[in-house]
């Protein structure tokens, strides 16, 4: 058991749960969700108008697709893009390539702003994401090591928990179940199945993300994915 890594999750919770620090950074799964959406979208063919990002942690990502597979596939990419982008945090934290993490947060962030992004609070935070960003870079050593790991941590923990949270709406309010409601709509399947195919995703992905980065950590004489000194 790595316990760094333990106590990294420990205290991703806590900052979670705490106010206005908590919600600032549960934004940035919020990001990644919406990315994958427009992404995927562009790549099926269609069109993106724009992103929303709202200060309770939801987002919104406007797209007009050429078919119904093109649909159906921009429906799925939000879920399943979070917990794949958290498996590649996972792959990069277990080789120390924190920078790296940091870069695609902060290109993430700039192609949001500026290509898409068009609510006020959205791209205040952005503002904001993107200069912790390029702190981090530019101070490096622990700064960096120490927000590549939370970001990993948050974007792993969110894609899991809001699992949870549209399954729990896909059976007692299936209409505003979001991507699964959107999937109900498009399928023969209902809006359940999706939510059930939601959260088995995220946890199976969550679990591989994890154990990622606690077998590398058995195996590099204990350092693992995490720096041997973070400053404060």
């Keep these: 058991m790595n316990w760094k890594f333990a106590g990294?999750?420990?205290?991703?919770?806590?900052?979670?749960?705490?106010?206005?620090?908590?919600?600032?950074?549960?934004?940035?799964?919020?990001?990644?969700?919406?990315?994958?959406?427009?992404?995927?979208?562009?790549?099926?063919?269609?069109?993106?108008?724009?992103?929303?990002?709202?200060?309770?942690?939801?987002?919104?990502?406007?797209?007009?697709?050429?078919?119904?597979?093109?649909?159906?596939?921009?429906?799925?990419?939000g879920y399943v893009g979070s917990s794949l982008f958290a498996l590649l945090l996972a792959v990069l934290c277990a080789r120390r390539k924190h920078a790296v993490i940091l870069w695609l947060f902060?290109?993430?962030?700039?192609?949001?702003?500026?290509?898409?992004?068009?609510?006020?609070?959205?791209?205040?935070?952005?503002?904001?994401?993107?200069?912790?960003?390029?702190?981090?870079?530019?101070?490096?050593?622990?700064?960096?090591?120490?927000?590549?790991?939370?970001?990993?941590?948050f974007v792993l923990a969110e894609s899991v928990s809001s699992s949870f949270a549209i399954l729990w709406l896909s059976l007692y309010a299936p209409s505003g179940a979001g991507d699964a409601a959107n999937l109900g709509r498009d399928t023969v399947l209902p809006t359940a199945f999706w939510g059930f195919f939601f959260l088995i995703q995220a946890c199976a992905f969550g679990f591989v993300s994890a154990r990622t980065v606690l077998r590398r950590g058995r195996g590099t004489g204990g350092g693992g994915a995490f720096p041997r000194h973070l400053s404060s």
């Design 8 to 77: 990294y999750i420990v205290v991703a919770l806590i900052v979670i749960h705490l106010p206005f620090v908590g919600i600032f950074f549960k934004i940035a799964n919020t990001l990644v969700h919406e990315s994958a959406h427009a992404l995927t979208s562009l790549a099926m063919k269609g069109q993106v108008g724009q992103i929303q990002l709202y200060a309770n942690t939801e987002g919104v990502t406007y797209t007009a697709s050429p078919s119904k597979l093109a649909s159906v596939v921009t429906s799925l990419a």
């Design 106 to 153: 902060l290109v993430l962030a700039v192609v949001n702003a500026v290509l898409w992004v068009r609510n006020p609070f959205g791209i205040g935070w952005l503002l904001v994401f993107t200069a912790l960003l390029a702190f981090a870079l530019w101070r490096k050593g622990g700064w960096a090591s120490a927000l590549a790991i939370g970001l990993f941590v």
